[in-house]
T-cell receptor
Framework: EAGVTQFPSHSVIEKGQTVTLRCDPISGHDNLYWYRRVMGKEIKFLLHFVKESKQDESGMPNNRFLAERTGGTYSTLKVQPAELEDSGVYFC??????????????FGNGTRLTVT | SQQGEEDPQALSIQEGENATMNCSYKTSINNLQWYRQNSGRGLVHLILIRSNEREKHSGRLRVTLDTSKKSSSLLITASRAADTASYFCAAVSGGYNKLIFGAGTRLAVHP
C-alpha cells in the first residue's frame, strides 16, 4: 500500500507570506494527524481529524494556522501569514483506528518549512 | 506541556553493544509507543505497550513499562550500524486519542 505522502518536502518562504502544506493519508485511514517539530525539540501535536471533522485542534498555535480535510481524504495546513517561529518540520500521520485503542500512526516524511 | 522526556538525549555505542533508552511521562496513560526516525524521514512505529503490560518483546527490541514510576525503557540488543536513528517515546493519555512525544534520543552505532 502507498504510505502517507506530504508535499512539498521543503519550503522556504519570507515572513508574512503564505504557505500551504498537503498531506495524503493512507487510503482508508479515517484518522489524520498533524504534528510539528521545531529546532530539534519535542514533536508537538497540532490537530486530529476523524474523516472530515476536527476531533481535536488543541495544539494549533494560533489563528494563523488553518487545517482542512476536504471530503475526508487529503488534508491541507495553511500558515498565513508565516512568522519566523513557524519554521520547523511538519509531519502528517494517519491511522485506521484511534491511538487510545492502540492503533499505531503511519507518518509521512514531513515538510521542512523555513521562514526567513 | 509535552508528556514524554527521553533520556539520554544522545547515545553513542559500538556495533554489537546493547542500547538502552529511557522515557518518563507525566499523567496516566492508555498505552505507550516507541517510534524511530531516520534522518530526513518520517517516524516509524516500533512497538506498543499497554498500561496493563510490564514488558514486551519484538525481535531485538525489549520494552518495559513501570506505571508506578511513570517510566518506560527501550532496549535494543546486539545493535547494528543500521540502528542509527532518533528514537521517540509517545504516550497516549486516558480519554484522548493523540500521541504526546518527547524530544527523542539520538542513537549512533559505530561499526
Amino acid at each position: 500500500e502507498a504510505g502517507v505522502t506530504q508535499f512539498p518536502s521543503h519550503s522556504v518562504i519570507e515572513k508574512g507570506q503564505t504557505v500551504t502544506l498537503r498531506c495524503d493519508p493512507i487510503s482508508g485511514h479515517d484518522n489524520l494527524y498533524w504534528y510539528r517539530r521545531v529546532m530539534g525539540k519535542e514533536i508537538k501535536f497540532l490537530l486530529h481529524f476523524v474523516k472530515e471533522s476536527k476531533q481535536d485542534e488543541s495544539g494549533m498555535p494560533n489563528n494563523r494556522f488553518l487545517a482542512e480535510r476536504t471530503g475526508g481524504t487529503y488534508s491541507t495546513l495553511k500558515v498565513q501569514p508565516a512568522e519566523l517561529e513557524d519554521s520547523g518540520v511538519y509531519f502528517c500521520a494517519s491511522s485506521q483506528g484511534i491511538s487510545g485503542a492502540g492503533s499505531p500512526l503511519h507518518f509521512g516524511n514531513g515538510t521542512r518549512l523555513t521562514v526567513t | 506541556s509535552q508528556q514524554g522526556e527521553e533520556d539520554p538525549q544522545a547515545l553513542s555505542i559500538q556495533e554489537g553493544e546493547n542500547a538502552t533508552m529511557n522515557c518518563s511521562y507525566k499523567t496516566s496513560i492508555n498505552n505507550l509507543q516507541w517510534y524511530r526516525q531516520n534522518s530526513g524521514r518520517g517516524l516509524v512505529h516500533l512497538i506498543l505497550i499497554r498500561s496493563n503490560e510490564r514488558e514486551k518483546h519484538s525481535g531485538r527490541l525489549r520494552v518495559t513499562l513501570d506505571t508506578s514510576k511513570k517510566s518506560s525503557s527501550l532496549l535494543i540488543t546486539a545493535s547494528r550500524a543500521a540502528d542509527t536513528a532518533s528514537y521517540f517515546c509517545a504516550a497516549v493519555s486516558g480519554g484522548y486519542n493523540k500521541l504526546i512525544f518527547g524530544a527523542g534520543t539520538r542513537l549512533a552505532v559505530h561499526p
